[in-house]
């Protein structure tokens, strides 16, 4: 039997001896590639924590000490050592989540994965166990190096070091990437203690040489182990940044060096103060493929052949993604006033081809969003047109400077939203579905919503030429769908995807949902229901073309996937009434909940947004329930017209 089917739970580990730890550490490497291949996931991070995730639970006794993890997606190898090995579903409907999750095990205690906040969930945990009596339980943070770059860290860094007394240990997992190579200050600085040739020549050399003395030699050299390290600590200054926060330093520790880590841990323990243990570590260990991936060592993969690292996974349409970031060079190469910014997302984004062709018009500020768009705003003032590239749910974090630095400075600002709406696998936390409804209240912005890569394309074109407001562009993940040519395009852009004899219902679109409203009408013509299907290409503000057209409906559906509550369906709503349209108006969109991890087309089943569930309930409404003509009648006596349809 494995060792690793023996382990149900972290004190399993307290059993096992120097050699069967190691024996585990690789079979846990053999196990994530065998079982990630097959589902995909977060590959490179996890190889890179296996020896720091068997010296946490080895020293600290989860859940009782709380360990949170910056970010989840670190997390596998600490789902497999307390008690869940089932990975055949990972990240697929009913199967393990892709980051921590409280409904799975009470070991995991912090489920949003955005990065930089776990140091702040850690000070608050802390002082909530100072203040209840529980001083002999510890905390444990785990953060990874690029996480260091987000400004929320430093605000907790500040605060924890306010109160020394509490048993808080801040573990650095430092391999010098997030998605990508770390950038900016703290990496360079952190890059000076992993990349020293003197610190490693002298200690590995040292290292060696102990080492032909057998094993007297080799405890000898443990033995002066810690005095050597603050030998080395002169040179590398690496203490210097901490020591004026008033926060206790160890490391640098080999983070594959079980020993090494485990001594480091339980030296920081002992403290009964804030610590931080610094780990140097490598993403993708044990796996060539992920270590030849200069691009991103295999931090997140589809499904791959285990052997060779290459994808299974075939599509013959381009990623939306891949068009944005042709697109933008293509943009860039005749506008030199374009200047791209991501935050710490390089490739996912897709400016990495912008950065090739015009490595002086990029900016990577690492996990800061919040930075990203101020100093976008400041871009815009001195004459620049900033593209800002993120996830569409980590625009979340940035909502207060899109408002009162881009949209009150009247900033022309694009932000570029990849992986909006609902993504599938990676779960609550990283589906993009509250953008619409956040970010249509912010006055004069321009929202955009492309169908399919023409209109992404001609979207984007239109929204770098507006430079006295915020635009968005907001995009799905995965494979662009089927090219939808319009019947005709009014003068204010709205694209009308197909129009019927019988004005009934007025289907509004938004982006890729099209496809799903061209199928419902096809569905309530075979009822003898009469649909028009428009797409607005832009929905906020709301076209005058989608008013006019709704005049001559009985009923108005929008469909969007993104929050039914404050979403596009209810603006629409408020702009018919304001001029004084009084069709009906059914908004379909997300539920106001976290939606669990499954596939895209499982979520929307789940939730009704398909074309056979909104066709069943129009039909109901339509041929079940009298509908108010659209036009106010001459007068209250006045007959009804004969062709008036009920619902």
């Not at 579905?433 to 992404?456: C, F, K």
């Amino acid at each position: 039997m494995a060792l690793l089917d023996t382990i149900r739970n972290p004190r399993d580990l307290d059993r096992l001896s120097e050699a069967e730890l190691e024996q585990l550490a690789e079979e846990i490497r053999r196990f994530l590639v065998a079982e990630v291949s097959k589902t995909g996931g977060h590959l490179g991070p996890n190889l890179g924590v296996v020896e720091l995730t068997i010296g946490i639970h080895r020293v600290f006794d989860s859940p009782r000490d709380a360990i949170v993890w910056d970010t989840g997606h670190q997390s596998y190898v600490h789902k497999l050592l307390t008690g869940r090995q089932d990975f055949s579903r990972l990240r697929q409907k009913d199967g393990l989540a892709g980051y921590p999750q409280r409904s799975e095990s009470e070991h995991d205690i912090v489920e949003s994965s955005h990065a930089s906040s776990s140091l702040s969930w850690a000070d608050g945990i802390s002082r909530a166990f100072e203040m209840t009596g529980q001083d002999d339980r510890h905390v444990v943070a785990v953060v990874g190096d690029g996480a260091l770059t987000g400004g929320m860290t430093w605000e907790a860094l500040n605060n924890i070091s306010d109160d020394n007394s509490r048993n808080l240990v801040i573990v650095v997992n430092d391999n010098g990437r997030s998605y990508a190579p770390t950038i900016g200050g703290m990496a360079r600085f952190l890059s000076t203690v992993r990349t020293r040739r003197s610190y490693y020549r002298f200690r590995r050399g040292t290292e060696r040489a102990f080492g032909f003395l057998g094993a007297p030699g080799r405890a000898m050299y443990r033995g002066m182990r810690g005095g050597l390290h603050g030998f080395l600590s002169r040179f590398t200054n690496n203490e210097a940044l901490y020591s004026n926060l008033d926060i206790k330093y160890i490391g640098p520790v080999d983070g594959h060096d079980l020993k090494d880590v485990e001594r480091a841990l339980r030296q920081a323990k002992e403290f009964s103060a804030p610590v931080i243990v610094h780990a140097i570590t490598q993403k993708g260990r044990g796996y060539e493929p992920a270590l030849a991936d200069v691009a991103d060592q295999f931090h997140a993969v589809g499904q791959i052949d285990p052997e060779t690292g290459e994808s299974v996974e075939q599509s013959s349409r381009p990623s939306w993604t891949s068009v944005f970031s042709d697109e933008i060079v293509r943009l860039a190469d005749a506008n030199p006033r374009i200047v791209g910014i991501t935050a710490a997302m390089l490739r996912p984004t897709g400016l990495h081809k912008l950065a090739e062709k015009h490595p002086d018009r990029i900016i990577d500020v690492g996990i800061a969003e919040q930075h990203a768009v101020a100093s976008a705003a400041g871009l815009a003032y001195g004459g620049m047109h900033p593209v800002v590239a993120v996830y569409a749910t980590f625009i979340n974090r940035a909502f207060d400077q899109v408002l009162m630095d881009v949209a009150l400075h009247k900033a022309g600002v694009t932000f570029v939203l990849d992986r909006a709406g609902v993504t599938g696998p990676d779960g609550a936390s990283h589906h993009g579905m509250w953008d619409l409804s956040i970010l249509q209240v912010v006055p004069n912005i321009r929202l955009a919503a492309p169908r399919d890569a023409t209109r992404l394309r001609e979207e984007l074109a239109e929204a770098v030429a507006v430079d006295d407001a915020p635009t968005v562009v907001r995009f799905s993940k995965g494979s662009v769908g089927t090219e939808f040519d319009a019947v005709r395009r009014t003068a204010d852009g709205v694209d009308v995807l197909r129009e019927a004899p019988h004005k009934d219902v007025l289907i509004v679109t938004v982006g890729p949902m099209a496809k799903i409203g061209l199928e419902v009408a096809e569905r309530l013509a075979d009822q003898g229901i009469g649909a028009t299907v428009v797409d607005p290409r832009w929905v906020v503000p709301v076209p005058g073309s989608v008013i006019d057209l709704a005049r001559d409906h009985r009923i108005l559906v929008s469909i969007e996937d993104g929050v039914r509550v404050g979403g596009i369906g209810t603006r629409i709503r408020q702009d018919l009434r304001a001029a004084g349209v009084d069709t009906a108006v059914d908004e379909l969109g997300l539920p106001d909940e976290f939606l669990e991890h499954a596939s895209r087309e499982e979520i929307l089943e789940r939730v009704g947004l398909t074309s056979q569930a909104i066709a069943r309930d129009l039909v109901a409404q339509v041929l079940g329930t009298k509908v108010p003509v659209a036009r106010p009648l001459p007068d209250e006596h006045a007959a009804v017209d004969q062709d008036e349809r009920t619902r």
